[in-house]
């Protein structure tokens, strides 16, 4: 039988240090979000026009701006859903369901 060792407790890195720090991550995670988007619209559009110009065409223009937008908007809810399931873990302490509750049995 293997003996069960129970695992390193982490130290506490509570403080304001790590408080900053962490207002500082959830800074830069809206300020991706909210830059994201346009910048997606942007590179479509600048990849239609090149397309439109090599190929001699005047609707891929609309295509990319379209193709971009609609890329950008899936990362951003794709963020958006990371950042809500990073912060149900944080409101949860890291433990998962059913532990440590009274109901247990």
């Given amino acids: 039988m293997v003996p069960y060792h129970r695992p390193i407790p982490e130290p506490n890195k509570g403080g304001k240090a790590a408080g900053a720090m962490s207002a500082l991550v959830q800074a830069e995670k809206m300020m991706q979000i909210a830059l994201v988007l346009p910048c997606a619209a942007f590179v479509g559009w600048l990849a239609g026009v090149g397309l439109d110009r090599w190929l001699h065409q005047s609707w891929i223009e609309l295509v990319g701006i379209v193709f971009g937008g ?23 302490g890291g433990n998962g369901p059913g532990k440590g509750s009274a109901g247990n049995g």
């Fill in 70 to 92: 609609v890329s950008g908007l899936v990362y951003v809810i794709r963020l958006a859903m990371a950042a809500v399931g990073e912060s149900a873990a944080e409101d949860d």
